[in-house]
Nanobody, 126 residues
Framework: DVQLVESGGGLVQAGGSLRLSCATSGFTFSDYNIGWFRQAPGKEREGISCISPSNGFTYYLDSMKDRFTISSDNAKNTVYLQMNNLKPEDTAVYYC???????????????????WGQGTPVTVSS
């Protein structure tokens, strides 16, 4: 079975950093494109970034470029999201997702994902 498990969320003060992890199993890691999304309370889910582990290509939504960095460790089948200078508005549940067919690009965030993780909550206090 395809599985994605997020970890690394928690409570952090504004200005702090967190690194989220997305551990995957049940599929060929390099075949898929892995993305990070988030959903704040009362808001729609929004995309953050994606990565193609096969070649390391990354894409960021414009508003996420400055403080967020996506990376992958292909030996561990894991994708990371480094988040710096966190702000209270970054408070959300963060999810990773896997998609096979659409290359990591702006279009990636417009198609249904093949699999989702359960999410990890991030709370940024002011």
């Amino acid at each position: 079975d395809v599985q994605l498990v997020e970890s690394g969320g928690g409570l952090v003060q504004a200005g702090g950093s967190l690194r989220l992890s997305c551990a995957t199993s049940g599929f060929t890691f390099s075949d898929y494109n892995i993305g990070w999304f988030r959903q704040a309370p009362g808001k729609e889910r929004e995309g953050i970034s994606c990565i193609s582990p096969s070649n390391g290509f990354t894409y960021y939504l414009d508003s996420m470029k400055d403080r967020f960095t996506i990376s992958s460790d292909n030996a561990k089948n894991t994708v990371y999201l480094q988040m710096n200078n966190l702000k209270p508005e970054d408070t959300a549940v963060y999810y990773c997702a896997a998609e096979l067919s659409v290359y990591c690009s702006g279009s990636y965030f417009l198609v249904p994902m093949d699999a989702w993780g359960q999410g990890t909550p991030v709370t940024v206090s002011s």
